[in-house]
């Protein structure tokens, strides 16, 4: 079965280190892209950035260019995010998605997603 | 930017009625980078329909897609209870993504 599994929910004070990870399994992960998708409380979805696995080459959207690092390790099959100091604003559902070619359609779409990772940052 | 805008916000029908959610985009773009997905209360999000028409795995084809330029379209026929939940339409790119802010779809 193709999926990806993401790590636990996290509890953090604002200003401390967080990395998160996503491990795909059921199919070859360094050869397909993973993007990271925030989604704030009641809110909807916004894309963060994305990573290939097999030579890290990585973007990322203008909103969170900065303020997280994206990384993949394609030996363990996983990718993260990371943030060096975290804000209560960053509190948030977190997911990771596999990026597919369709090639019926010639076109991107994410068609596997992570059950998502809840982070909470509050004093 | 390209800006995605969905509507109605929120859609409230009846099991069997046939429900019709609209992704406009500021300027024309790709068919084959627009897609929909289905985020239910507590759940990751789940891809419908890719390059605006194709229907993922597994996916009833009460569900279908269509559109081209700025207008698309996500209809579901024979609407069942467990139908109820945002819908998002998605604009993918080479180095950002934008998403719409979403449907709900209420199921009376």
């Known amino acids: 079965e193709v999926q990806l599994v993401q790590s636990g929910a996290e509890l953090k004070k604002p200003g401390e280190f967080l990395k998160i990870s996503c491990k795909g399994s059921?199919?070859?992960?360094?050869?397909?892209?993973i993007a990271w998708v925030r989604q704030m409380p009641g809110k909807g979805l916004e894309w963060m950035g994305i990573?290939?696995?097999?030579?890290?080459?990585?973007r990322y959207s203008p909103s969170f260019q900065g303020q997280v690092t994206i990384s993949a390790d394609k030996s363990l099959g996983t990718a993260y995010l990371q943030w060096s100091s975290l804000k209560a604003s960053d509190s948030a559902i977190y997911y990771c998605?596999?990026?597919?070619?369709?090639?019926?359609?010639?076109?991107?779409?994410?068609?596997?997603w992570g059950q998502g990772t809840m982070i909470t940052v509050s004093s | 930017e390209i800006a995605l805008t969905q509507s109605p916000g929120t859609l409230s029908l009846s099991p069997g009625e046939r429900a019709t959610l609209s992704c406009r985009a500021s300027?024309?773009?790709?068919?084959?980078?627009l897609a929909w997905y289905q985020q239910k209360v507590g759940q990751a999000p789940r891809l419908l329909i890719y390059?605006?028409?194709g229907r993922a795995t597994g996916i009833p084809d009460r569900f279908s897609g269509s559109g081209s330029g700025t207008e698309f379209t996500l209809t579901i026929s024979r609407l069942e209870p467990e139908d109820s939940a945002v819908y998002y339409c998605?604009?993918?790119?080479?180095?950002?993504?934008?998403f719409g802010q979403g449907t709900k779809l209420e199921i009376k």
């Open positions: 998605q604009l993918y790119g080479t180095s950002r993504n934008s």
């Open positions: 300027q024309s773009v790709s068919s084959s980078y």
């Open positions: 390059g605006a028409s």
């Open positions: 059921g199919y070859s992960f360094p050869g397909y892209w």
């Open positions: 990573i290939y696995p097999g030579d890290s080459d990585t």
């Open positions: 998605a596999r990026r597919y070619y369709y090639y019926d359609r010639s076109g991107y779409a994410f068609d596997i």
